[in-house]
């Protein structure tokens, strides 16, 4: 066992566990083992449809488990670890549930596979099968613990092979730079499906990998020997409770069956491998310590078996009556159901502040909402401090707030937005900042399977309402990789908001509105509009919140509606005078929002112009406009005297430089004869 840098010598005694404590310990382990076998005998009969086993790793998470405390303690397993969530007070109907994907299951309510557990009471956040995301968003949690003043400490788990992601790293490193209490726990048992660790890790241990990052107290322990296991474990929560910071605690257990259901190990594992591994079973081998330290004779192993094999008969007795999911219910949880800014009343009102430009506007904004709510957390790269962001955006927020409310984030897109969701489970309300689009996709997994899936596949139970700023757009010579226009990727994605205001005013409003939402949205800025003069307006009070999903007509007009956002609405203003000159009324409509998409807006003007063009600065092939066109087509078909036009950006990068970049970009030139064809058809 090595303890910290230094190797020390096992002490099985160290740690006083009464007996009716290790009896509890061996209980729970069986259980997790027996209700392995019986999910594996469910599923050879048809009633279920998968299966992945924690097998060969029940003492190092049950130990694990009898450090932390119940509903106190947050927890982010993953998906081999049953014997650690029954210690932590799942039951075993409720795995059985889950496994048979019945409605009544505590993860997901039978929306996701099993095993990605979940449970609201117990303070574990809704899990998922994309290996590796849990430990950004322990972190975030851990913070949150820091923040509140509590002395909650926060337990986060995988395989040796998911320490290869590097979100593992910068959790491990954010975690160790600000002493946060983390129990990270790496169960090795060698392989990654059929991965070995060799394969895996520099030296084939994550033990001698981290060394490096300081404040970070390192234990490797054999996770097949419930009594060490728990030793260290102990000394690892201590160091946590105590301020003193992270541990990460490296368990060698094995793995006694395939990967999961889907799996067959005996296709790249030998049967002496097999041997080797079952001959350190921690079940049979904690049994024969109950029994050398008189802890337990026959009789009670015995009964506990057989009090064990009858709870999960009954369990799965019951399960079986009860209801599947209701697909009634399939889109009830893909959004909150609670209406924050209603669209209903709603009425633009005339602004009587000075003038402003966007930037500051959205300055204003978070000033003015991270006074009204203390759970409103700002940061990211170059956010904090004087310097206030590449654009200045959060200009003055740290000094005002100061550097708990208002701070920088390692340089790390992922680490945001994970760190966030942590965060926002556990009650605050982060309002991030990506510093370019370009950038953003380090985050995307968290973005989609995390922060946009929580709140469906938890059933509710779980959500991520946090704000994620970005800067997009070109028109600022920023080519090749500080000019994308991401709007298109991300309205593709259920469970995120997506808002892109087109000048000042409307982006205070909507920024409110975003920072009170409980939904998490993606707050899109143009940079090309931060400091336009014609992007500027009057400054509207702190009472003024723009629904989502409402449009704003821009301009009135008769004869071609134009639908834009973003930098394309002044674009769409400037053709549109021009053709009045020659008599063409155009109506320009200002979409605001995409998701949610104000469809009566743009159907109302279709209809009562009859020709349509939409203006957009993505790239032309699989743009938002497709989306809209289809709309039309769909629902408007009948009214339309022309085609459905488009002007977009050419489908190629962004390139270097004004003559190119303007030759790739939408110009008002290009919205100018595509009205004209419309006029003309």
């Known amino acids: 066992m090595k303890r910290s840098n230094d190797l020390k010598e096992k002490k099985s005694n160290s740690v006083a566990l009464s007996k009716e404590r290790l009896l509890e310990a061996y209980r729970l382990m069986y259980t997790a083992r027996k209700t392995d076998d019986k999910i594996l005998l469910l599923l050879k009969q048809g009633k279920l449809f998968f299966h ?43 795995i059985i549930a889950e496994a048979m994907h019945r409605a009544s299951g505590p993860s997901s309510g039978g929306f996701v596979m099993p095993f990605n557990y979940g449970h609201k009471k117990l303070r574990i956040p809704s899990q998922s099968s994309p290996t590796g995301t849990q430990f950004l968003q322990a972190v975030g949690t851990a913070l949150a613990q820091v923040k509140d003043g509590t002395n909650d400490i926060v337990y986060v788990s995988s395989g040796e092979g998911t320490t290869s992601q590097g979100e593992f790293h910068e959790a491990v490193n954010w975690a160790s730079r600000e002493k946060l209490p983390v129990i990270f726990v790496i169960q090795d048992n060698k392989y990654a499906i059929s991965v070995t660790k060799k394969e895996q890790t520099a030296g084939e241990s994550i033990y001698e990998v981290v060394q490096g990052y300081h404040g970070l107290s390192r234990y490797e322990v054999d996770g097949c020997d419930f009594i060490e296991s728990y030793g260290i474990a102990s000394e690892a929560a201590e160091r946590a409770r105590s301020g003193k910071g992270p541990s990460l605690i490296l368990a060698h257990t094995v793995r006694l069956l395939p990967h999961s259901s889907s799996d067959d190990q005996r296709k790249y594992r030998s049967e002496d491998d097999l041997t080797r591994d079952r001959a350190k079973d921690p079940i049979p081998n904690f049994e024969k ?7 337990a004779n026959e009789d009670d192993i015995k009964k506990i078996q057989t009090e064990v094999q009858n709870q999960i008969e009954q369990a799965v007795d ?51 909402e991270i006074e009204r709510n203390p759970k ?18 959060t200009k003055g927020l740290t000094k005002k707030f100061g550097w708990g409310r208002v701070f920088n984030s390692p340089l790390a897109e992922a680490s945001i937005i994970g760190t966030a969701v942590g965060l926002s489970v556990a009650g605050y309300k982060p309002v991030v900042e990506i510093q370019f689009g370009d950038y953003i996709w380090t985050a995307f997994m968290q973005l989609r399977d995390e922060v946009a ?22 028109y600022i010579h920023g080519g090749l990789y500080h000019s994308q226009s991401i709007d298109g990727f991300f309205t593709h994605i259920p469970g995120l908001r997506v808002v892109i205001p087109s000048n000042a005013a409307d982006a205070k409003g909507l920024l409110k509105t975003a920072c009170r939402s409980d939904d998490p949205v993606m707050f899109l800025e143009h940079k090309g509009l931060y400091r336009a003069s014609f992007a500027a307006s009057l400054e509207p009070d702190e009472n003024y919140l723009v629904p989502f999903g409402v449009a704003k007509t821009v301009r009135a007009g008769d004869d071609i509606t134009v639908i834009t956002w973003g930098m394309m609405v002044q674009r769409s203003l400037e053709a549109a005078r021009k053709l009045e000159e020659s008599g063409v009324s155009v109506e320009v409509i200002d979409l605001r929002t995409l998701n949610p998409l104000d469809k009566d807006a743009i159907l109302n003007s279709v209809r009562k112009t009859g020709k349509v063009l939409i203006v957009h600065e993505d790239t032309l092939t699989g743009g938002f406009g497709a989306e809209i066109a289809a709309i039309i087509a769909n629902e408007a078909f ?13 489908d190629c990068p962004i390139p270097y430089g004004p003559t190119l970049e303007n030759a790739m970009l939408p110009q008002t030139a290009d919205i100018v004869f595509a009205l004209q064809e419309l006029s003309n058809f």
């Open 52 to 94: 992945i086993g924690g097998s060969g790793h029940e003492a190092i998470q049950v130990a694990t488990a009898f450090v932390m405390n119940k509903g106190e303690d947050w927890s982010y397993p993953y998906y081999r670890d049953l014997a650690y969530v029954l210690s932590m007070g799942y039951c075993v109907k409720e």
């Open 453 to 474: 899936m929580m709140r469906f596949r938890s059933n509710n139970e779980w959500t991520n309402p946090m704000v994620v700023r970005v800067a997009v757009g070109g």
């Open 376 to 393: 409103i957390l700002v940061y990211g790269e170059d956010v904090g401090g004087d310097k206030g962001g590449v654009f200045t955006a």
């Open 638 to 650: 009948t009214r339309l005297d022309a085609p459905v036009k488009r002007v977009a950006a050419k």
């Open 318 to 368: 019951e399960v079986e009556t009860e209801p599947q999911q209701d697909p009634a219910n399939l889109m009830k949880y893909v959004y909150s159901p609670k209406t924050i800014v209603p669209v209903e009343g709603f009425k633009e009102p005339e602004h009587k502040g000075e003038k402003i430009v966007m930037v500051d506007a959205i300055n204003h904004a978070m000033a003015e």
């Open 289 to 295: 310590y109950l029994l050398s330290n008189k802890f």
